[in-house]
């Protein structure tokens, strides 16, 4: 299994930290537009949706960036299992 972000979509707030740390991987500014995780409020449901979109698990940073700066942890990490 490969290494990869779980979502849980019911412990986010919307506070879009994820998509500016995002940005900041990718470019070095900030810059949500650009982002590969984007949150979009879902007025059907009255939740957040995420997602994921070409994410390189924030290749060549210590750790990824969405899931170190997500407060409520509505993001982790899961590392690959043989
Ligand atoms: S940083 Fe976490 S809580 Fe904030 S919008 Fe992103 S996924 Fe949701
Ligand atoms: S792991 Fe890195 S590249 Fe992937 S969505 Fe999160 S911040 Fe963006």
New binding site residues.
């Given amino acids: 299994m490969t290494a990869k972000v779980l979502?849980?979509?019911e412990?986010?707030?919307?506070?879009?930290?994820?998509?500016i740390?995002c940005s900041y991987h990718l470019s070095r500014a900030f810059q949500p537009s650009i982002s590969k995780?984007q949150?979009v409020w879902d007025s059907e449901r009255s939740k957040?949706h995420?997602t994921m979109d070409q994410c390189d698990l924030c290749e060549g940073e210590e750790a990824p960036l969405?899931v170190r700066?997500?407060?409520?942890?509505?993001?982790v990490y899961q590392p690959a299992a043989n």
């Fill in positions: 979502i849980k979509q412990k986010c707030t919307g506070c879009r930290t994820c998509e740390v995780i949150i957040m995420i969405c700066y997500c407060s409520p942890k509505a993001l």
